[in-house]
């Protein structure tokens, strides 16, 4: 059966729609994007990226555009059914994973677990299998994982930065053997120049990313964007000011964190407490 044509002639696709929402809504009022930037205190190329589909925007910046247009919550409700959309997850990413090669530096803060440049086989794969990815599919992405870790032991790899939460570390794997192979691989990886691992202890309390995993990357041209993920989704970030938000987010809780030093200390007796090997 063919795909039914919208009445309206606008697309289904709900990023396409938001931003055909947004062009609509500034054309017919005869606004250029400069005129719509200097109303709501904006950038103009942040606002034109929208309106091409290149960036979804925050939801501050949508909301002011509702009240300009005196749409209230209409393009809010655009907004989330595009960042809803299963497509934008997976576009973002791949366009996240170009990003990571070009890095010249990179910032992680991880939630709950190991970030993915610094897992081991076993630990990728009771991951994996825990969302239900299944064999053959479950060891191609394992492989495409563990992969990933060539981007920081190359000849000039870029530096990375990681916060882990005490989290990732008190949640262990059923296999024993795998964990501490994963224990293990931290522990030397802290010890690689390129690499610093702190660890932010459960006693440094509530902080501005509680929920939220982040990675920043600094690109060559000087700009620093960040790919924020939770358990169902991932966001890359480009606008200054959401970004500058969740540096000094990351910042602050990189004080609260253990030096480099002590953390491996601390990853070095989760190490220890753990059962002997037979």
Known sequence: MPQRRAITGRSHEPRVRFAEELRLLRTTRGESLRDLADHLGWDSSSLGKMESGRSLGSPEVVEALDQHYGTPGLLLALWELAVGDPTQFREQYRRYMILEA???????????????????????????????????ELEQQVEARVGRRQLLEGDDPPLFRVILSEAVLRTSLRDEGAWREQLEHLAEAAERPNITIQVLPFSAGPHGLMNTSVMFLRLLDGRTIAYSENDLRGELVEENTPVELLQRRYDAMRDLALPPAESRKFILRMLEVMPCEP
């Open 102 to 136: 070009e890095a010249t530096s990179l910032w992680h803060y991880a939630v709950s677990a190991p970030p993915g440049l610094l897992q081991t086989a076993g630990y990728a794969r009771e991951a994996l299998s825990a969302g239900w990815i299944k064999d053959p």
